[in-house]
């Protein structure tokens, strides 16, 4: 029921899902909902310790505006044609994934929940190395229907995807294939207890940072390059493809890691309503790493 609505929502223009999305879906979130505006506001707060109260609240509309946005896009990305997403998502350095991957077998890509991560996917339909792949490395969402329908909106980008708990059989398996390979690894959630992490100060805190993609790069020699993405426009994202590592196991240790926080702390004080601020980051003091 969900997907069959969803898949017709899809059909609509973009500019009409930009619509609803100005007229219904911000107003209803921001101001009736009010999702998760406490943690938006405590988060800004933290994050831009010398801004106004009144430079702060317009971030966060500009954020919420954003979010609904993206509902919106992911919405379209149900049926959106090739030719319309190649106009609205421009990849520049293709060439630096499918060179690493071509030397090295595989390469991971470090983005974050910034701009429209799902949109980033595509970058999967921009290949011309023959065989080279995407592997997007997802976590479930506790809700089975709406993990359904999202698992089958990114499968329509043309990438497979492998549940966090099974990526490092995956890179076993394509490895030994001889399958060259790219990882997308969204690297900004806030550590579970039971993932391994490293602390780097973002954001005026010190913040825990997944290190399983730094470690699985050390393990295969593969190394990691990261997307900055602007926004030009509504609904245009301009994605510059840089290498964080070209050998991730001859660096000391964390610092590809430190590096992608670092390029992705950049882009959020660049445009920081383009960042997921609904994201419980910092619910506790980040603890000891525990690797």
């Known amino acids: ?5 969803v898949k017709l929502l899809s059909r609509l223009p973009l500019r009409v899902l930009y619509f609803l999305a100005d007229v ?34 317009r971030i966060e509309r500009r954020f919420y505006r954003h979010f609904a946005d993206v509902i919106a896009e992911i919405i379209k990305g149900y049926t959106i044609s090739d030719t319309e997403m190649q106009r609205r998502v421009t990849f520049r350095n293709v060439n630096l994934i499918e060179e690493l991957a071509q030397q090295y077998g595989g ?3 470090m983005l974050g929940h910034y701009g429209n991560w799902e949109w980033m996917a595509d970058i999967a339909k921009r290949y011309t190395l ?59 959630q806030k550590p579970s207890s039971k993932s391994t992490w490293c602390t780097i100060p973002f954001l005026h805190r010190q913040t825990a940072f997944l290190d399983g993609t730094e470690t699985l790069a050390r393990k295969f020699g593969y190394p990691i390059v ?27 240790l964390y610092e590809p890691t430190r590096r992608y926080a670092r390029w992705l702390e950049q882009d959020i004080i660049a445009a920081p309503h383009l960042w997921l601020w609904t994201h419980n980051r910092w619910k506790a003091p980040a603890p000891t790493p525990n690797n």
């Open 1 to 5: 029921m969900l997907k069959a609505f």
């Open 24 to 57: 219904c879906l911000y107003p209803l979130v921001y101001y009736v909902v009010r999702y998760r505006r406490r943690i938006v506001r405590k988060n800004l707060s933290a994050s831009f310790p010398d801004y106004s109260p009144r430079q702060i609240r």
């Open 107 to 109: 390469v991971f890509l």
């Open 130 to 188: 023959p065989g080279l792949t995407l592997d997007s490395v997802y976590r479930r969402l506790k809700n089975e229907s709406m993990d359904r329908l999202m698992y089958d909106i990114r499968l329509r980008r043309g990438t497979t995807l492998s549940e966090k708990r099974q990526i490092l059989r995956t890179v076993i398996a394509r490895r030994a294939a001889g399958q060259p390979t790219s990882y997308g690894m969204i690297s900004d």
């Open 226 to 252: 990261y997307f900055h993405v602007e926004q030009p426009r509504r609904g245009y994202y301009d994605v510059t493809i840089r290498c964080i590592s070209p050998s991730p196991k001859d660096e000391p």
